[in-house]
């Protein structure tokens, strides 16, 4: 019995994320299809995307765009900055001295 419950789990969690992604993936497309059509209802709150797919918050920012300001609010480095002062730092066998 065990094994055929996991089976089931397994197929119910592999199908749940399924449908998950794919109605994150197609939702900003079917959105923009809606609009172009004039189908779209006017009295359900419809998500903002920018041109990238990205959802765009009530304060007309990106999720990006938010961590990026939160980023800098902290003074917390970039990964780029991170990568670069490793660079920086590290010292490869062409530049080591003999």
Do not use: C, H
Not at 55 to 75: I, Y
């Amino acid at each position: 019995m065990a094994p055929r419950l996991n089976q089931m789990f397994s197929l119910a969690l592999v199908a749940g994320v399924g449908v998950y992604t794919g109605v994150k993936f197609f939702e900003p497309m079917v959105i923009e299809q809606l609009e172009k059509d004039g189908n779209l209802r006017k009295d359900i709150a419809v998500p903002n995307y920018d041109n990238e797919g990205e959802l765009v918050g009530p304060d007309g920012l990106t999720d990006s765009q938010r961590w990026e300001v939160v980023r800098k609010e902290n003074n917390i480095p970039s990964l780029a900055d991170i990568t670069k002062k490793e660079e920086a730092n590290s010292t490869s066998p062409d530049k080591k001295a003999a």
